[in-house]
């Protein structure tokens, strides 16, 4: 399917790697031209140099950590004024209440929650101004799951669920689509540490973290592909009419209420 994105420029955060490299693939694919935003700046490097000879887009590299906001609001300001927007850079640690202290749990929000707010309104505010734009959030089941076992991230999840739909609801308005994508287990590095975190907190030992996988629909996590799929799709106008709605792609974990 053709989702009529060639030309567009496209923002992605936390692109240096896992989902975020997937995302910044397929809108390559798809002619995007591409501003990657991370920590690693040889590993954007890589990226965009290959998906420049790949696809003949131009891609920008900006590495930024977007836990300082100063840093985050010299970025925002200065790059061009994205058609879309993709918030996909967290990191917010596993564990239940008592094993995640003060500093570990602002730290994660620091960069996924505000981060996502705070990119969010710097760019919708560039974005209103030209008439036009998508903003994708992506967020995490573990939102309307509600992980004891992953407490500072479920919260953090629910939390930017509601500022999506918040913000979705009135966007069409400013000529702007707000949409969120709620993945579960996907098949990265990040996926096999908070696994880890919750074999620890369930059995006492990281390493039983199999057992969980195990339990995934189809015996296995998603492929990031899978996600930056739907992302995309959701970014284009073949999805026009959605805004203000966060879609779920974890196997059917969360409708059936595990």
Known sequence: MDLHLSGKRALVTGASRGIGTAIAEVLAEEGCDLDLAARSGPELEKLAA????EHGVNVGVHVVDLR??????????????????????G????????????????HGWELKVF????????????????????????IGASGEGYDANYIAGSTGNAALMTFTKALGGRSLADGIRVLGVNPGPVATERILTLMKAQARARFGDEDRYGELT???????????????????????????????AVF??????????L
């Open 214 to 244: 195990a339990m995934f629909p189809l015996g296995r996590a998603a492929s990031p592909r899978e996600v930056a799929d739907l992302i995309a799709f959701l970014a284009s106008e073949r999805s026009a009419y959605t805004t203000g």
């Open 248 to 257: 779920t792609i974890d196997g059917g974990v969360s409708a059936a209420g």
């Open 68 to 89: 300082q906001s100063d840093e985050l609001d010299r970025f925002a300001a200065a790059v061009p004024v994205p058609d879309i927007v993709i918030n996909n850079a």
């Open 115 to 138: 981060g996502y707010i705070n990119l969010t309104r710097h760019l919708y505010t560039r974005m209103k101004a030209r008439g036009n734009g998508v903003i994708v959030n992506n």
């Open 50 to 53: 290959r998906l420049g000879a």
């Open 91 to 106: 990191d917010i640690p596993g564990g239940p209440l008592a094993a995640v202290d003060e500093q570990a749990w602002r």
